[in-house]
Antibody
């Protein structure tokens, strides 16, 4: 099973752009579908979007105008950029994979990284 | 988008008791592409059930899933101390993938 590890700044100022990375080990970033999911403190889960290296991306319409997901095959990393951050974007951000295609469940997750939006 | 509504919000039970969590979808879930996850405090969600009723590798048969269309159920036959956690349903049949709001199973 693949291992995923998120990294990035724990604190972001309002209106700035969040940049997170997810390093994949035990598997290739060039296969599978790779997603970002977030969870505000004490709340539920929200799917942000996914990327499939040879196909492209699919974003949640609620965030589509602010999200960019990409991969760096040389580093075997997935990245997330979320622009115009506000306090409502404060959350734990997880990366996860769908091994069996777009219409499949999230079978491996990173541990998550907390991002706080505050001046 | 498909809205998933879980009930109850909180389930207060004792070890050894049976837990039943319901997940209702606002429209039919394509091909019963419905998963259940367990989340313990400070941890990532862990896949329990996929395809509405198939157990993920390593998940004990104490956990079972059932249902189809718009109504799904997660059953924990006998609660162990480590089963007290939050449970989420998730549909992956229609984009955007969506999650239920969660059900907390507490002692």
């Amino acid at each position: 099973q693949v291992q995923l590890q998120e990294s990035g700044p724990g604190l972001v100022k309002p209106s700035e752009t969040l940049s997170l990375s997810c390093t994949v080990s035990g598997g290739s970033i060039s296969t599978n579908y790779w997603s970002w999911i977030r969870q505000p403190p004490g709340k539920g889960l929200e799917w942000i979007g996914y990327i499939y290296y040879n196909w492209g991306t699919n974003y949640n319409p609620s965030l589509k105008s602010r999200v960019t997901i990409s991969v760096d095959t040389s580093k075997n990393q997935l990245s997330l950029k979320l622009s115009s951050m506000t306090a409502a974007d404060t959350a734990v951000y997880f990366c996860a994979t769908q091994t069996y295609g777009a219409n499949s469940y999230f079978d491996s997750w990173g541990r998550g990284t907390l991002v706080t939006v505050s001046s | 988008e498909i809205v998933l509504t879980q009930s109850p919000g909180t389930l207060s039970l004792s070890p050894g008791e049976r837990a039943t969590v319901s997940c209702r979808a606002s429209q039919s879930v394509s091909s019963n592409y419905l998963a259940w996850y367990q989340q313990r405090p400070g941890q990532a969600p862990r896949l329990l059930i996929y395809g509405a009723s198939s157990r993920a590798p390593g998940i004990p048969d104490n956990f079972s899933g059932s249902g189809s269309g718009t109504d799904f159920t997660l059953t924990i036959r006998r609660l162990e101390p480590e089963d007290f956690a939050v449970y989420y349903c998730q549909q992956y049949g229609s984009s955007p993938w969506t999650f239920g709001q969660g059900t907390k199973v507490e002692i």
